[in-house]
């Protein structure tokens, strides 16, 4: 069985793409991620069986002790190399990088992450990778006016989308003086969020709460998101010093989300309409980080403005690279088949 034939088993539709012979090594840095745990899983299914996956096994907040090691060893049974990997530790980016030649970076909400890009980026010309996939928010282009105004905004107001935007900034000026090519491939919010950032809430308290003041949101599913990598990783060529924006199917109101959950769990989930100051008050007696309060709030105050309600907002770039349509939040809580285990709901 051909490649090509194996990877449209795992993901549908895409038996018609030619895949590159010579991607070699694949380290994905964040097999614990919603994203990086599908894309290693879907490479290793679809026959690119050369893959070293980063996990981190230390604590993380509303998960259980196990869960790094729960992972890893999920991983490995399907023939990943996997590695212990901690952004924290520039000693780790030269283990991972060894022998690799394509890197999928999916950088995690972590302290401190404005220092640790430049560092891993300078790693990966020192170790001469050739090709870069990384995870973004949503980057003006040339194609889509809508979104790049959107893209603007964000990172005007949102210190992480910034900080992601200065990265993204790095890597496209990589290949000037290394052999680095990129690929970014930038979304919206993630469907998964809401779910992780309201774990305890969701879980114990059966709620739900929003400062979108009623606007649709941008929510693109993971699934998606990991799907256009896994082709931009194994058909590199067309894909090479490109950006594209995924977006999800249209806008979803937070207070539909909330029914949709009720359906799909089969108990209430009470939705709580908050203003900006009220909702920022209320995550901070989650006793979050300030920096995280900081970023969840300013992403929070994004979505009021109503950006995602106008038709401009959404791209075909999903579809042109894998020929699928976006993911529903209906669509995304039933499929189920590579999700990265961690939570369950309600």
């Not at 097999?31 to 026959?47: D, H, K, N, P, Q």
């Not at 949503?138 to 990172?155: C, Q």
């Not at 929003?210 to 082709?231: R, W």
């Amino acid at each position: 069985m051909g490649r090509g034939k194996r990877l449209a088993d795992v993901i549908p539709g895409l038996g018609k793409f030619t895949f590159d012979k010579d991607v070699g090594k694949v380290f994905v840095t964040s097999g614990t991620g919603v994203v990086g745990f599908r894309v290693a899983i879907s490479l290793l299914e679809a026959g690119h069986t050369d893959v070293r996956v980063g996990v981190w096994k230390g604590d993380r907040q509303g998960m259980d002790s196990s869960f790094g090691q729960n992972i890893a060893e999920i991983l490995e049974e399907k023939g990943a190399q996997v590695i212990e990997f901690d952004w924290a530790n520039e000693a780790d980016y030269i283990v991972a990088l060894d022998g690799v030649k394509t890197v999928m970076c999916s950088l995690p909400h972590i302290e401190g992450w404005a220092d640790v890009f430049p560092s891993f980026l300078k790693a990966c010309k020192d170790k001469k990778i050739e090709h870069f996939v990384k995870l973004s928010f949503l980057r003006p282009t040339h194609d889509f006016k809508g979104v790049a105004e959107i893209a603007r905004m964000y990172r005007d107001n949102v210190p992480f989308v910034s900080f992601h935007g200065t990265c993204d900034d790095l890597l496209e000026q990589a290949k000037t003086n290394s052999r680095i090519s990129y690929t970014i491939i930038c979304a919206s919010h993630f469907m998964a969020t809401p779910l992780l950032s309201q774990g305890d809430l969701l879980k114990k308290d059966h709620k739900f709460i929003s400062a979108s003041y009623g606007m649709g949101v941008n929510y693109v599913s993971p699934n998606d998101v990991a799907d256009a990598c896994v082709v931009v990783l194994l058909n590199q060529k067309p894909h090479r010093n490109k950006v594209y924006n995924i977006t999800g199917p249209g806008p979803t109101k937070d207070k539909d989300i909330a029914k949709i959950l009720s359906k799909r769990y089969g108990t209430e989930i009470e939705f709580i309409e908050m203003g900006y100051h009220e909702y920022a008050k209320d995550i901070k007696k989650r006793g979050l980080p300030k920096w995280l309060i900081r970023d969840s709030a300013s992403m929070e105050r994004m979505k009021a403005h109503g950006m995602d309600e106008l038709k401009e907002s959404y791209t075909e770039d999903y579809h042109n690279i894998t020929g699928h349509q976006p993911e529903t939040f209906e669509d995304y809580l039933e499929h189920t088949s590579t999700m990265r285990p961690g939570l369950t709901f309600p």
